[in-house]
């Protein structure tokens, strides 16, 4: 052994020392690897535990119920069939005002779009060429009659003096003809001088019914021509006619009733209509079929008809589109239902119908006319059966139900009681002042009390929100975790 080589010696121990800095190393990874894993499971157990304490205890799935609906039995009451059209109003008389005589204007003596009654002067015409003519006409008419009168004394005097022999049977006729020839020419100066009085009477165009005008299209100053230029127009208002136009299949049962005597004939009784503007929910006009045309229309095929309307408050215009209802038959009892209790499949109507067991059963009917809110049921119902009008989405065929009594939609326009009620104009002035003083007192005495409610909700909220805020946050505080500390791992080597 001590004959070995001291070098070889320092190698081995260090390669010895070497190999157990190694062990030692790997040992203590070990070690330092289990205590991590011991410590990540700990933090987990605590992390499930925690989460397991927060969780609340959901309460049970209740039960499903069958849904509640709403039922209501059909009504039976009196209506009458009937049928809509669209029509316009026209007005009976409508004139194109034109003058009568060429010239040109002198005065516009009305307002655009005024009520003009007949006879009142409208436009004012130039007339002094054709009072000249007339002038004239005078004049030739007081020649004509002085020259009649001449031959009158000369044709007497003739006569008085052929028996005589002093004047001849040649010399008496052509007196004669004398005469007769200016008692024409004075009849024909006559009737040019009412010629030239009516053409200058033509220089007043006067209104020739009561309407209401249009606007002028030629104002004073402008050149017209008689019988051609157009100055304006007026409508009468009242009373209004509407057309409407009838189709065929209509007409023909109609005509059908009228045969069978189940309605009366236009040209035998008097059939009144109703009538309804754009802006009307129903039809609170009415009015009577005065004519029918002779011939139906082979373009469109309907017929056309009129109804007359009562216009004396002048509410009416021409040219407004209508609705017209016109009654078909006569009054007769129907089963009726709220429309809104109908469905619809595949354009076949149908109801949901609750039984004495309170299940529902669909039912296909047959509809007719909709009055108001109510559907005329002709087929597939009876008066005792309950029908859901609401709740139709939530039901099925053979499901049970809740049924309860549908009362229908209240009114949401009405105005509390508790509101001060104003003064009306109608009372005398001194109920009149007393109810004012009472209403101010009213009404202020109820702003006031808004105004103190304000303030004092107010007051409380900001209050409960700052005590709110305060604890809210202390118990947020207290909630948080506490801060750890965490050290560092010291290492066994060192």
Not at 113 to 119: D, I
Not at 222 to 246: Q, R
Not at 310 to 333: K, Q, T, Y
């Amino acid at each position: 052994m001590t004959n070995q080589n001291p070098h070889r010696l320092s190698k081995i121990k260090t390669e010895d020392r070497d190999c157990k800095i190694r062990n030692r190393s790997s040992t203590f990874g070990c070690e330092l690897q289990i205590r991590w894993t011991h410590r990540w499971v700990i933090l987990l157990i605590f992390v499930m535990v925690s989460l397991s304490g927060c969780k609340k205890n959901k309460p049970a799935a209740a039960a499903a119920q069958s849904p509640t609906v709403f039922v209501l039995k059909p009504v039976t009451t009196k209506v009458v069939d009937f049928e809509d059209f669209i029509g316009q109003t026209k007005s009976q008389y409508t004139v194109d005002i034109r003058p009568r005589a060429t010239g040109y204007i002198l005065t516009a003596n009305f307002k655009d779009g005024s009520l003009v009654n007949e006879g009142d002067v409208l436009f004012t015409i130039d007339p002094r060429p054709y009072e000249a003519t007339r002038d004239h006409a005078k004049a030739t008419v007081a020649q004509n009659e002085a020259l009649l009168s001449r031959l009158n004394l000369d044709l007497s005097r003739a006569k008085a003096l052929q028996p005589r022999g002093a004047v001849s049977t040649e010399e008496l006729q052509k007196i004669t003809g004398d005469q007769l020839q200016a008692q024409a020419t004075l009849d024909s100066a006559r009737a040019d001088l009412k010629t030239a009085e009516l053409n200058l009477s033509f220089c007043k165009i006067t209104a020739p019914i009561s309407g209401r005008i249009s606007r002028r299209q030629f104002d004073p100053g402008n050149l017209v021509k008689a019988d051609e230029t157009i100055l304006t127009t007026l409508v009468s208002l009242d009373p209004m006619y509407a057309y409407f136009d009838v189709d065929e299949r209509t007409l023909l049962r109609l005509r059908r009733l009228v045969f069978k005597g189940t309605i009366p004939s236009v040209q035998k009784a008097r059939i009144d209509v109703q009538i309804g503007l754009a802006d009307d929910e129903g039809f609170p006009l009415t009015g009577f079929i005065n004519f029918t045309d002779n011939r139906v229309d082979v373009n469109s095929g309907t017929l056309n008809l009129r109804a007359e309307i009562d216009n004396r408050n002048h509410f009416l215009s021409p040219g407004l589109f209508v609705r017209v209802r016109l009654p078909i038959g006569r009054e007769h009892s129907a089963l009726m239902i709220p429309e809104m209790a109908l469905g619809s499949d595949q354009g076949q109507r149908f109801v949901y119908v609750v039984n004495d067991q309170d299940v529902v059963e669909y039912r296909t009917v047959g509809v007719g006319l909709l009055h108001k809110d109510m559907r005329v049921i002709e087929s597939g119902l009876k008066p005792n059966e309950r029908v859901i009008v609401t709740g139709i989405q939530r039901v099925r065929p053979d499901s049970k139900v809740i049924p309860k009594p549908y009362v229908g939609a209240k009114s949401k326009d009405k105005k509390s009681s508790k509101d001060p009620i104003p003064p009306s104009n109608n009372d005398s002035n001194k109920d009149n002042a007393t109810k004012q003083q009472t209403w101010e007192k009213e009404m202020k005495s109820k702003m006031n009390n808004v105004e103190e409610n304000s303030t004092t909700a107010k007051k409380t909220d900001k209050n409960s929100g700052k005590k709110k805020s305060t604890s809210n946050t202390d118990s947020e505080l207290e909630k948080l975790p506490e801060p750890r500390v965490l050290k560092p791992i010291e290492h066994r080597g060192k």
